[in-house]
C-alpha cells in the first residue's frame, strides 16, 4: 500500500464525462460561448480549448513521448503552465464552437486507448505533485487527475452559462476521491507523533470519508485506530470547488465544520490538489 491509499480504475468513465461535455456543447448558444468562468480571463470557449489543449498534450507525450514546449530559465511549474496553457488558449480562439467540438470528439477515443494500455500499478506517465513530491505517482492517480481535470473544467463551463449536470455519483464520486489523495502532502510540514490521524468528510452522494494517519515519519492515507485528532466535514460540493480554487480558503471554512487539533484542520481546509 503506497502512501495514496488504495488504487480507483476511472478508465471506463472518459467516455461517458466527455459525452456529457460534448452534449453541454452542442447544447450552447452563440452567446454562451463568451461568458466569462471562474478562470480569470477565460470565457467558455476558453475553457473548451483549454480542454483540448490536455488532450493533445497527453497524446504527444504519453503516446508519442514528444517533449513539447520547454521550461524558460528559472521558470517554476505553475509558471511554465500559466504560460503554455495561455499561449494554446489563444491559439484556440481562432477556432470556431464546431471545430473545438469535431476536434475533442475525435481525439478523445485515442486518449481513451493510451490511458487503457496502461498498468494502473506501474510509475506514472507524469507524477501528481499536489498529491506528493518525493514520491513517484502510480499511474492510477496520473491518469486520475487528468479525470478530475476535465470533470472539473466541464462544471467550470456549466456554471458559467447556469446548467447543471455530470455530478451523478458514478461521474462525481473519483473527483472527491482522487483529491483526498492530497491529504498527505496537505498535513507533510505538520509533525505529529505516530499514529496521529486526521479525519476529513466530504458529505453528499459522491462523498466519503478519509483518513491520513502519521506512521513512519510520513502522513499517509489509511485506516485510523481510534479517534482522530482532528476532524474536517464539508459538502461534496464544498470539496471540489475548494480542491479546484474554485472558492477561497476563507469561504471554504465557513461552510465546513471542524473539531480537535487547529493546525490540523487549518490545513485540511487549505487542501489544494490543482497546480498553482
Known amino acids: 500500500m503506497t502512501i495514496f491509499g488504495p488504487a480507483i480504475d476511472v478508465r471506463p468513465l472518459f467516455p461517458r464525462e466527455r459525452q456529457a461535455l460534448l452534449d453541454l456543447l452542442r447544447a450552447l448558444g452563440p452567446g454562451d460561448w463568451s461568458k466569462e468562468t471562474i478562470c480569470p480571463g477565460w470565457d467558455v470557449h476558453d475553457i473548451a480549448g483549454h480542454v483540448l489543449n490536455d488532450y493533445l498534450r497527453r497524446l504527444s507525450g504519453s503516446r508519442d513521448g514528444y517533449p513539447g514546449a520547454i521550461f524558460a530559465d528559472d521558470e517554476t511549474l505553475p509558471a511554465y503552465l500559466a504560460r503554455t496553457n495561455g499561449e494554446f488558449v489563444a491559439a484556440t480562439r481562432q477556432l470556431s464552437p464546431r471545430v473545438l467540438i469535431e476536434l475533442l470528439e475525435h481525439l478523445g477515443p485515442r486518449l481513451d486507448a493510451v490511458w487503457a494500455a496502461h498498468d ?11 498529491a506528493a513530491t518525493d514520491v513517484d505517482s502510480p499511474a492510477w492517480l496520473d491518469i486520475g487527475r487528468e479525470y478530475t481535470e476535465f470533470w472539473v473544467h466541464q462544471q467550470q463551463i456549466r456554471d458559467a452559462v447556469a446548467m447543471p449536470g455530470a455530478t451523478q455519483p458514478e461521474l462525481m464520486a473519483p473527483v472527491p476521491y482522487l483529491f483526498a489523495r492530497a491529504l498527505p502532502h ?6 505529529r507523533t505516530e499514529g496521529t490521524s486526521a479525519e476529513l468528510e466530504v458529505l453528499g452522494p459522491a462523498g466519503g470519508r478519509w483518513s491520513a494517519v502519521r506512521r513512519d515519519g510520513r502522513w499517509r492515507l489509511a485506516e485510523a485506530a481510534g ?16 480542491a479546484s480554487r474554485g472558492i477561497t480558503v476563507a469561504e471554504a ?3 465546513s465544520t471542524s473539531s480537535g487539533d487547529p493546525e490540523l484542520t487549518a490545513a485540511m481546509t487549505a487542501l489544494l490538489a490543482v497546480i498553482a
Open 227 to 242: 479517534e482522530p485528532a482532528a476532524r474536517v466535514s464539508m459538502d461534496q460540493d464544498v470539496f471540489w470547488r475548494l
Open 253 to 255: 471554512r465557513e461552510r
Open 186 to 191: 496537505t498535513l507533510r510540514t505538520i509533525e
Open 120 to 130: 494502473l500499478e506501474a510509475s506514472a506517465g507524469l507524477n501528481v505533485s499536489w
